[in-house]
């Protein structure tokens, strides 16, 4: 089944191109079908990137959904063209009263900021409030992931000494778990961050299950036991050339940042990456979508609490 988006987003042409279904408006409309919906509260600067990115991962399952693309009001996006917000973009505010079978927050650009120091965290803490009983299940992803744990479960981030870039290999924890189901005991996955959490306070939590890690990178899939709240610390949305671009960035800017690490052939950056880590990027949105999203919320989406 395809994802439901509107026919001009930029995503469109390029998912058409890679053979995935995508319907408009006006087809999904004729459907005698509820599509799950799910709203994206956009937080990177590259929202066109980022959007295409999800898009494409949230398209790779049976099931019809039909998505609402979110951009903070206390921030203002620099990088995104206006008439591209003004398209395709809503608020926060102006979707209060509608309920969401699933919400992905995504990662920001802002690490070295304490929470309180981000322009929108105000904002952003009534997201995540808001979501506790109008959204049924919440994926927060990297900077998300740190900013959803420390609200909700007071789980500090703390700073790294240097950029931790590069495809790291992970370990499956609990492979029985639903968000897991059908990965490899070992698998790859990107991470592009400056800070990290600590397993020790993850465990003192308690109402967290860490469902994957890895010995370089740290704690990467946790989700609380009723599979209301999914946090991935790392990327695995990324395209196969996105470190590079960030290297390539960083680099233009003289920060003293690492190679991305196991992402080069040979770790030589005159070398083209490849892809390790997309069919569990596909399987861990797929999972998501129908254990955590499609297989518990509501048919009737009003009964959500």
């Known amino acids: 089944m395809p994802i439901r988006i509107p026919y001009s987003l930029p ?33 990177m600067p590259t929202k066109i990137v980022t959007e295409t990115q999800l898009l494409r991962l949230l398209s790779n399952t049976p099931l019809q959904v039909d998505v609402c693309l979110l951009t903070p009001e206390s921030h203002c996006s620099r990088n995104t063209p206006e008439e591209h917000l003004a398209s395709f973009y809503t608020t926060p505010s102006a ?49 998300g992931a740190y900013a959803g744990l420390y609200y909700n479960h007071g789980i500090e981030k703390y700073p790294l000494a240097r950029k931790l870039s590069g495809v790291y290999r992970h370990t499956t924890r609990l492979p029985s778990h639903p968000l897991v189901r059908g990965f490899n005991t070992r698998f790859n996955a990107p991470h592009s961050r400056y800070s990290y959490v600590r397993r020790e306070d993850i465990e003192a939590c308690g109402d967290l299950l860490t469902l994957a890690d890895s010995e370089e990178a740290g704690v990467f899939l946790l989700a609380s036991a009723d599979g209301r709240e999914c946090y991935v610390t790392g990327h695995p949305e990324y395209d196969f050339d996105t470190l590079r671009k960030e290297y390539e960035r960083d680099v233009a800017k003289g920060e003293d940042v690492p190679v991305p690490a196991h992402y080069f052939p040979q770790d030589d950056p005159t070398q083209t990456p490849v892809n390790t880590w997309r069919a569990h990027a596909h399987l861990l949105y797929s999972n998501w979508l129908n254990y955590f999203v499609y297989q518990n919320t509501p048919y009737d989406i009003k009964e959500i609490r």
């Open 95 to 143: 979707i209060r009263g509608e309920k969401f079978d699933g919400m992905i927050i995504t990662g920001a650009p802002v690490e070295y900021l304490p929470f309180e120091q981000v322009d929108y965290w105000e904002e952003l803490k009534g997201i995540m409030a808001w979501a506790k009983t109008h959204v049924y299940s919440t994926m927060f992803v990297c900077w």
């Open 11 to 43: 995503a469109t042409e390029t998912l058409a191109r890679e053979n995935i279904f995508v319907m408009d408006e006006r087809r999904a409309s004729t459907q005698d079908i509820r599509p799950l919906r799910i709203a994206i509260l956009n937080l």
